[in-house]
């Protein structure tokens, strides 16, 4: 069974990319096989895991849904890029912006990117889907394709009104297109341990949305290690394998397979 997670949250700078490669690798190194997919036109996950030039890669998730979109046959691996701490990546480039727009008049619109995913998606035991900051057609297709979303929330600002906004957006991409779909939880990030704001947010956060969602019990700290990893094309673990950042991505890793068993355990529960 693959797990395929949406990591969104329209808010832009809040950890979105930084989460989805760094969890994408710390569960390639517990031995799962892993995809991840860009779906930002910005790339920056594609640029951040070691292809700084996107624009010249020969194809991307634009090409991929451009085929999808115009019923164009796609070979099993087509365009997808091997890094070398063990994960495949479909990437992305400013040509993805197009899209949003080519998506609008489309059939079975929020449905492409989960169409080309059901069709590669058995080879991986997870797929993590990189969303751009809105909740445009992109967005909505990668909720459409996702059996659960992750959604990182920075420890800076209050966020209640966004995090709505969101969870409205899931649940209506549940009642329209994804029943099935969902929320593994709120990762609170860029916590700075030593100002009281970061604690209030984390406190209040926890207290709004603890007893309807879960809250990662990890939260990833600020650091500059964190920072600097988008410009050396590997993760936290190559970089600072010791440090907080690694060692808070660490625990996310084990709370998401954690989440994975025990909703494999409550299936088979149904099913006796
Ligand atoms: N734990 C952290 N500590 C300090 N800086 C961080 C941390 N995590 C990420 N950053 C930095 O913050 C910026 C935003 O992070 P990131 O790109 O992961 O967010 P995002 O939500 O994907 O942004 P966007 O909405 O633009 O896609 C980046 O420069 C990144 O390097
Ligand atoms: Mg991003």
């Known amino acids: 069974m693959t797990n395929v997670i949406a990591v969104a949250n329209q808010k832009g700078g809040v950890g979105k990319t930084t989460t989805c490669a760094n969890l994408g690798i710390g569960l390639a190194q517990e031995g799962k096989k892993v995809l991840l997919v860009d779906s930002d036109p910005q790339s920056s996950m594609t640029i951040s895991l070691g292809n700084p030039q996107p624009d010249q890669l020969p194809v991307t998730l634009a090409t991929i849904m451009g085929k999808m979109l115009d019923e164009e046959p796609i070979d099993p691996g087509e365009g997808l890029l091997h890094h070398d701490e063990g994960v495949d990546l479909m990437p992305a480039n400013i040509e993805l912006s197009g899209m949003e727009v080519s998506l609008v008049n489309a059939m079975s619109r929020e449905k492409i990117l989960k169409q080309y995913l059901d069709g590669v998606k058995r080879q991986y035991d997870y797929v993590l889907l990189d969303c751009m900051p809105s909740l445009g057609m992109l967005t909505v297709n990668a909720l459409a394709a996702a059996d659960s979303v992750l959604i990182p929330v920075q420890a800076q600002y209050l966020p209640a009104k966004g995090l709505e906004q969101l969870l409205q957006t899931i649940n209506k991409v549940r009642r329209q ?56 094309g590997r993760s936290i673990f190559a970089h600072d394998p010791k440090g907080k950042v690694a060692e808070a991505y660490r625990e996310l890793t084990k709370e998401v397979l954690k989440i994975e068993k025990q909703r494999q355990k409550h299936k088979s529960e149904q099913l006796r």
Do not use: Q, W
Not at 181 to 200: A, F, H, P, Q
Not at 207 to 214: A, C, N, Q, R, W
């Open 177 to 232: 297109i994804n029943p099935k779909l969902k929320i593994d939880g709120i990762l609170l990030t860029m916590v700075d341990s030593r100002t009281n704001y970061s604690k209030e947010i984390s406190t209040l956060l926890r207290d709004t949305y603890g007893s309807k969602l879960k809250v990662f019990d990890v939260e990833i700290p600020h650091s500059v290690r964190a920072a600097e990893i988008s410009a050396e």
